[in-house]
């Protein structure tokens, strides 16, 4: 074990001995969790019943779509509740995990008051206003962030907590293929042997419905070549994970190296970028993409947007749609290449 645990553990036992005795208490994560925001609220929840004895209510907008990550929280048996339902004025303290306050990729209201912020997305200026703030942009998973807290605190990591620990990190970080650091690293070899592979199979292997063939089928017939980068659209999907997941997929192509991923969902636009280019910032390309029109944000390899009101009428949409393109591939240095496709016609 080579990490440092001073850090984590003076901040952990700071905003524990805070929260002692105020309830209840709110887990917020960014909508449409993955399971680096699931497993960080599930890990920041035993981490305080613990400590304190005090139950914490984990929830967030928007829904669980991946078939994996469905399975992780069926598997895992982590509770949560839909954030719309709540009376946010009742809660003593509110957590955020994953994110942070008035980014386009959550719904709690910018009027909310956030006291405690855990996250490994680069620092906004605005978190600073909060009471607590553990932000480390050189972690690959905020999962890594509460193992280290758990640690300093000697608890013991049982069985699901460390597989859902464990998953969170092999997802985010691609197996620590991309974007870890040594921290996510002793996490997940600290955590591989307390997980229960047969959980972590089933977590990884879940069966997919038919929708999820037509998703690969429409991003595989969708994708254009454009020298080294690719661009797909989805058209209308029902959640938005698909298209980070067809990102990923596709940035596998031969001879790719950044990818541009769209759809619609709910009358938003969702936008994904994947890069293996280190010369190339996801973070801040994408928000060249967007340019205004929305929300974005990510670190080097990995960046994600939305775009509220996305225009009903297919010439609104279309226009929308080219101006993201050509803004892509301005950004690249590539606006003057004609496409190709990535399947024969
Ligand atoms: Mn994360």
């Known amino acids: 074990m080579s990490i440092d645990l001073t850090r984590s553990a003076a901040f952990s036992a700071g905003f524990i001995e805070w929260l002692r005795g105020k309830s209840p208490i709110l887990i917020v994560t960014h909508d449409h969790p993955d399971p680096d925001a699931l497993a960080t609220a599930y890990a920041l929840r035993h981490l305080i019943l613990m400590k304190t004895g005090q139950s914490a209510v984990i929830a967030f907008d928007g829904m669980i779509g991946r078939s994996e990550n469905r399975a992780m929280v069926r598997e895992l048996e982590i509770e949560t509740v839909a954030l719309g339902t ?37 620092l906004r200026e605005a978190t600073g206003a909060c009471r607590w703030v553990d932000v480390r942009p050189e972690y690959g998973a905020a999962a890594s962030i509460l193992f280290e807290y758990l640690l300093a605190h000697d608890l013991i990591i049982a069985t699901r907590l460390a597989t ?61 070549i454009y020298d080294d980068a690719l661009i797909f659209d989805l ?39 994947r890069t293996s280019d280190f010369s190339v910032n996801a973070g801040v390309l994408i928000q060249q993409v967007v340019a ?20 009903a009428a297919p010439a609104g949409r279309a226009a929308l749609k080219a101006g993201l393109v ?7 240095g590539k606006e003057a290449l004609p496409p190709r496709p990535l399947l024969p016609e």
């Open 86 to 122: 709540l009376d946010l004025d009742e809660f003593a303290v509110v957590c955020m995990v994953d994110a942070q306050p008035g980014t386009g990729n959550t719904s709690l209201p910018a009027t909310c008051r956030v006291d405690l912020v855990i996250d490994h997305h680069p």
């Open 326 to 332: 050509q803004r892509f591939l301005a950004a690249l």
């Open 292 to 311: 205004g029109a929305g929300s974005a944000g990510g670190h080097n390899l990995v960046a994600g947007g939305q775009l509220p009101g996305f225009p």
């Open 235 to 273: 058209g209308e999907v029902d959640q938005p994970e698909i298209v980070a997941e067809m990102a990923d997929f596709l940035l596998r192509a031969e001879g790719v190296e950044t990818v541009l991923g769209m759809a619609e969902c709910d009358g938003e636009g969702v936008l994904s970028l």
């Open 164 to 224: 859902s620990l464990f998953y969170a990190i092999k997802s985010e970080t691609q197996s620590l293929g991309r974007e870890w650091g040594p921290a996510d690293r002793d996490a997940y070899r600290s955590l591989l042997p307390l997980c229960n592979n047969r959980i972590l199979y089933r977590i990884t292997h879940p069966s997919l419905p038919q929708g999820y063939f037509a998703r690969v089928n429409t991003a595989l017939e969708s994708a254009r």
